[in-house]
């Protein structure tokens, strides 16, 4: 009689610790899923006024920089070439024709998905490079490119050649394109890395937070 009170009793015990458990279990789904919605809720705030800011037109003016526009080299980059020809002394017949027909026919293209470049006459080139590609950007200027308010912007790839994949010339708005073309290269690679990850609705508000506020900084 004794033994199986005794069993009892710890059927008692065990049965209450198993709910204790069950309870404790279902407080912390509960306040999880409060922290989640309550971050949600705070994501979809914070969109709404950073939507607010941009449509009241008080974000920085840099915003109204779209690299779509850009199509053609400034004629600076004729002044820049001419310069450096003369530079040379008697090589400048040399150098001259070649630089000139580059710049009539230099020819860039900014997209949602990379950039391309094209320049020449007989031999026409054109490199084409997805931002997802894009190791590294540096931007340069000499003595000469400061005084015409002009820079090359050196594009690294990991192809693995010593020297740079693209060099962007005869741009006059070079950092907003340098910031622009890093913004697309990490956000083409997050993209690459979370597309497999499954979807979660206050993770997605808070990158697009996250963009918008980079895109607009």
Same mark, same amino acid.
């Given at each position: 009689?004794?033994?199986?009170?005794?069993?009892?009793?710890?059927?008692?015990?065990?049965?209450?610790?198993?709910?204790?458990?069950?309870? +404790?279990?279902?407080?912390?789904?509960?306040?999880? /899923?409060? /922290?989640? +919605?309550?971050?949600?809720?705070?994501?979809?705030?914070?969109?709404?006024?950073?939507?607010?800011?941009?449509?009241?037109?008080?974000?920085?003016?840099?915003?109204?920089? =779209?690299?779509? +526009?850009?199509? +053609?080299?400034?004629?600076? !980059?004729?002044?820049?070439?001419?310069?450096?020809?003369?530079?040379?002394?008697?090589?400048?017949?040399?150098?001259?024709?070649?630089?000139?027909?580059?710049?009539?026919?230099?020819?860039?293209?900014?997209? =949602?998905?990379?950039?391309?470049?094209? @320049?020449?006459?007989?031999?026409?080139?054109?490199?084409?490079?997805?931002?997802?590609?894009?190791?590294?950007?540096?931007?340069?200027?000499?003595?000469?490119?400061? @005084?015409?308010?002009?820079?090359?912007?050196?594009?690294?790839?990991?192809?693995?050649?010593?020297?740079?994949?693209?060099?962007? /010339?005869?741009?006059?708005?070079?950092?907003?394109?340098?910031?622009?073309?890093?913004?697309?290269?990490?956000?083409?690679?997050?993209?690459?890395?979370?597309?497999?990850?499954?979807?979660? /609705?206050? !993770?997605?508000?808070?990158?697009?937070?996250?963009? !918008?506020?980079?895109?607009?900084?």
């Amino acid at each position: 009689m004794e033994k199986r009170v005794r069993k009892d009793h710890r059927n008692d015990v065990i049965s209450d610790h198993e709910k204790q458990k069950t309870e +404790r279990d279902a407080i912390r789904s509960t306040h999880a /899923e409060r /922290e989640r +919605r309550h971050i949600l809720t705070t994501s979809r705030m914070t969109l709404n006024i950073c939507i607010r800011q941009k449509d009241h037109g008080r974000w920085p003016s840099m915003t109204t920089f =779209d690299p779509r +526009r850009i199509e +053609r080299p400034d004629s600076s !980059l004729m002044k820049y070439y001419v310069i450096m020809s003369i530079l040379t002394g008697p090589g400048f017949f040399v150098l001259i024709l070649p630089l000139f027909f580059k710049y009539e026919t230099l020819k860039y293209r900014f997209d =949602d998905e990379g950039m391309s470049m094209s @320049w020449g006459i007989l031999y026409r080139r054109e490199i084409y490079l997805t931002y997802r590609r894009i190791q590294d950007i540096h931007l340069t200027r000499n003595i000469i490119q400061r @005084w015409l308010g002009l820079a090359t912007l050196t594009i690294q790839t990991a192809s693995g050649s010593s020297g740079p994949e693209m060099s962007v /010339e005869g741009i006059l708005e070079a950092e907003p394109l340098r910031d622009y073309l890093y913004t697309k290269m990490r956000g083409a690679r997050e993209h690459h890395e979370v597309k497999e990850q499954p979807h979660d /609705e206050a !993770l997605t508000l808070l990158r697009e937070i996250r963009d !918008l506020i980079r895109s607009r900084a």
